[in-house]
C-alpha cells in the first residue's frame, strides 16, 4: 500500500521510508511559529531555567497578533517582553503588529511542499494549504520543539474529502467548512483532512487556506492539500524559494485512507452556523430574519483579501442598516495596503464600516469589537463558542464575509444571493 501526503512528509521528517498510522515516531522540524500569546512569554522562564537557548533562531518565526495594538498596560508589558526576547534570542524572523501569524507566514514565503511545521496556535493547519504538515502545539510542547528542533508525534489516520463542480454565487470555501463541520462532527481528533477535487482545483490559494484553517473547528490534528501550479506560483511571488519537484508532495493512488467523502459544490448553499457551535450550521436561508447588533469580518480565516473583495461586492453603493455596526480588521497590513489599492477598503468605508487594525482582536475576544450582554454578532471568524468573542451573554452567528456583508446591509440575516443577484441585474 502507498502513503498519504501527511505520512510521507512525517516518514521523510522520521528519517524513514514509511510510516502507519499508529505508529510514535520523533520527528525533525523544519519551522516553529509562535504569537505573542503562545511564545516569548512562556518560553523565556524556562529556557532561563535550562539555561537553553533556541536550536536554530534562523526556523523560529515570532509574530505578534493577540495583543495588537496595546490596549491596556498588561498587554503593553507582555508586547514589550515579545521584543526583548527576539533580541536577546536572535529571532530574525519578526513580524510586530504586522498581521495575524496564519497569514503573515505565506505573505513572506515561509512556507513550502513537504515541510513539517510546529505552529503554537490552535489555527496552525492553516499552512497544511501549502502542501506541507502544519499543526497546532501547546507551549509545553512548544518549549521543547524550540530547544531540541525535534517532537514527536503519533501518526495520524489520513481521511479524504473531495469537492467536485463549480460553486453557484455567493459560496465559497467557508461556506464548505460550515457545511462540513455539520457532516463530518467536530470530533475527528488523530486524523488528518486531505482536501481534493476540481473544486479545490480552482481555488485560489487564499480559499485553500480557509479549508485547512478550519481543519481545527473538525477537531482534525492538521488539513492538507496537495501542491500544485498555483501553491509554487504564491510561495515565489511572496519571496518563497522552492523547486517544480515540490509538485511531486503528494499521495500515492494506492495510499490507505481511513475514509473518504466526495461533495457536489454546485448543491451547497450559503451556509450560516448558529451560536453556539460551528457545527450548528444550516443554509443562510434557515436563519433568514434573525436581527443582529454587530457584523465583523476579521480574523485569519475571514478578512484576507479576497474575502474583503467578497464583502465589497455586497457593499459596494450600500449602505449598512441603520443601529448595525460593520467593523472590518484585515488580517495584515499588506491585505489593507492592497485593499487600498485596489479600492475595496474604499468601498467597505463608503458603506459605513469602521476599520479597526490588524490582529486577532475581537475574534479572541480581545482589543475592539467586544460584545455587550444579548447582543447578536455575525462574523466571518471560525470559532462561535459561548464567549469566544469576549462575552457568554452574547450571540455569534458564522458565515462567509458575503454573507456578513449582506446581513449588515440588511439588518438580519439573509442569503447573499439575493443582493448579487440584484446587482448582476443592474449591470
Known sequence: MGLTLAEKIIARAAGTV????????????????????????RWRPRL??????????????????????AVDLASAEILQGVRKFVADYGV????????ICHVILPEHGHLKPGMLVAGGDSHSPTGGAFGCYMAGFGATDMLGIVVTGETWMDVPHTIRVDWN?????????KDIMLFLCR?????????????????????????????????AELGADTGIIAPDAKTLAHIRAHGGEVEDDALDWRSDEDARYLGRHAFDAAALAPQVAAPHSPANSAPAVDHAGIRIDQAYIGACVGAKLD???????????????PGVRLLVAPASTMVTRAASETGVLGALLEAGAVLLP????????????LLADGDVCISTTNRNFKGRMGNPGASVYLASPYSVAA?????HIVDPREMLAERAGRA
Open 358 to 369: 490588524s490582529g486577532c482582536g475581537a475574534c479572541a475576544g480581545m482589543g475592539a469589537g
Open 183 to 215: 457532516a463530518l462532527g467536530m470530533d475527528n481528533a488523530s486524523r488528518v483532512i486531505e482536501y481534493g477535487g476540481s473544486t479545490i482545483e480552482a481555488m485560489e490559494m487564499e480559499q485553500r487556506m480557509v479549508l485547512c484553517n478550519m481543519a
Open 92 to 99: 530574525r524572523h519578526f513580524y510586530d503588529m504586522q498581521g
Open 48 to 69: 532561563e531555567e535550562l539555561g537553553a537557548g533556541l536550536w536554530d533562531p534562523e526556523r523560529v518565526v515570532i509574530v505578534s497578533d493577540h495583543y495588537v495594538p
Open 165 to 173: 463542480g463549480a460553486f453557484t454565487s455567493g459560496v465559497t470555501a
Open 407 to 411: 446581513a449588515a446591509v440588511a439588518g
Open 18 to 41: 514509511s510510516v502507519a498510522p499508529g505508529d510514535l515516531v520523533t520527528v525533525r522540524v523544519d519551522l516553529a511559529m509562535a504569537h505573542d500569546s503562545s511564545g516569548p512569554r
Open 307 to 321: 474575502d474583503l473583495t467578497m464583502a465589497a461586492e455586497i457593499l459596494r453603493g450600500r449602505k449598512i442598516a
